[in-house]
């Protein structure tokens, strides 16, 4: 039976882009429009209460193993706040997002998707050009899609593939590595199946190289 599962991921792995690619086609403007039915005055209050610590007030987190949110997709943020609050994704998260509504969850994708993401210069240029490389084209060796190929050339996503542009390396790395280990748990699939065949050095590559990505 284990035999099988490798012969599954992979074929999930080259399946999916295309399902992806077209599902981005299909809405290339919806995923950031202004959110008009949400209460960003609840959601700034959140924030400023409860998120700001960890995340900053403009989404931009000050260390780098708080993900940065500003101008990620409102709907992927909101599941995931979604998912830590049900449980199932897990993490520091879970006791951030106790007792927040689906309304309020809403509000904070909102929130966040409309504060503008910043640029970030990175220092080590060779190993960002690997990772752009790994980015764009993938590992033909190793069996890797281009990553650009789900997320997009530019790195911005579309509302169910999360923006990667411009993260903090750390974080990005970080979630290679629980996707590989399937410790994050929730929708790991994909992820799994592409991580599982990444070496660190690539892994910390890529990650390098997004998050200089504006
Ligand atoms: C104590 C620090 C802390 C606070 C406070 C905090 N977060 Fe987080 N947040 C994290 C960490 C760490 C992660 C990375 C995932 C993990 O380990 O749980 C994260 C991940 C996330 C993610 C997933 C991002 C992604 O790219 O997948 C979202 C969305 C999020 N936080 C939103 C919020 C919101 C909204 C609030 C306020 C209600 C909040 N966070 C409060 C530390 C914090
Ligand atoms: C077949 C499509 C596909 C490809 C190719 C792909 N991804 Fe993903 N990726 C996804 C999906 C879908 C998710 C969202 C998982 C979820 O909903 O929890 C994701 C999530 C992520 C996340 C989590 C981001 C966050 O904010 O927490 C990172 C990091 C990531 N991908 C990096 C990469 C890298 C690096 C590559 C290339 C080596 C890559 N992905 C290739 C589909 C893909």
């Known amino acids: 039976m284990n035999k099988t ?7 999930l792995a080259l399946l999916t882009p295309a399902a992806f690619a077209q599902s981005a086609n299909s ?26 610590l960890c995340h900053g007030a403009e989404g931009e987190s000050a260390s780098p193993i708080f993900p940065r949110l500003a101008g990620q997709h409102p709907e992927y943020i909101a ?7 049900d449980g199932r994704r897990k993490g520091t998260m879970n006791d951030q997002a106790q007792g927040l509504s689906n309304d309020e969850v809403k509000a904070l994708g ?36 281009a990553c650009a190929s789900c997320h997009g050339p530019t790195g911005d996503g579309t509302a169910q593939l999360p923006r990667l542009a411009g993260q903090h390396a750390a974080y990005t790395e970080s979630q290679l ?13 994909v992820m799994h199946a592409i991580a599982s065949k990444l070496t660190e050095l690539e892994m910390r590559a890529v990650s390098v190289y997004l998050s200089g990505k504006l």
């Open 5 to 11: 599962l490798p012969a599954a991921a992979l074929a």
């Open 27 to 52: 809405q290339p403007q919806a995923a950031k429009a202004p959110a008009t039915n949400v209460d960003l005055k609840r959601a700034q209050e959140i924030v400023s209460g409860r998120c700001s």
């Open 79 to 85: 599941k995931q706040l979604a998912d830590f609050r």
């Open 110 to 145: 909102a929130y966040f998707a409309q504060r503008k993401p910043k640029a970030y210069n990175v220092a080590d240029q060779d190993l960002a050009a690997v990772g752009r490389y790994i980015y764009h084209k993938g590992n033909s060796y190793s069996g890797v899609a």
């Open 177 to 189: 590595k629980e996707f590989n280990k399937r410790e994050r748990t929730n929708d790991n699939a």
